[in-house]
């Protein structure tokens, strides 16, 4: 089976920072897309940050500037380091891929089991 494993979460001040990292194991052939995403307390998941196998990334508005999305491909790890925090960037934060368990295999979406961010004023 394929896991992701999140870590980085925690409790920071206003404008300080925070790096996530998440890395995927067991069988896995090919990665195509990673991302993060981020669910509040009442509010539906939204999408945070984006970034292609060849490196092009995407951002929401509210983030773009402050955080920075990565992925070290040989290693299977996606990171978003976290800049600025803003307290209503508090979320349960998810690292989400799109990848193969073999060269025969659908492409799947697999998810991290999520790690607190809060940010207080």
């Known amino acids: 089976q394929v896991q992701l494993a999140e870590s980085g979460g925690g409790l920071v001040q206003a404008g300080g920072s925070l790096s996530l990292s998440c890395a995927a194991s067991?069988?896995?052939?090919?990665?195509?897309?990673m991302g993060w995403y981020r669910q509040a307390p009442g509010k539906q998941r939204e999408l945070v940050a984006t970034i292609t196998s060849a490196g092009s990334t995407n951002y929401r508005d509210s983030v773009k500037g402050r955080f920075t999305i990565s992925r070290d491909n040989a290693k299977n790890t996606v990171y978003l380091q976290m800049n600025s925090l803003k307290p209503e960037d508090t979320a349960v934060y998810y690292c989400n891929t799109n990848l193969r368990t073999s060269w025969r295999s659908n492409w799947g979406v697999y998810w991290g089991q999520g790690t607190q961010v809060t940010v207080s004023s």
């Open positions: 067991g069988s896995i052939f090919s990665i195509n897309a």
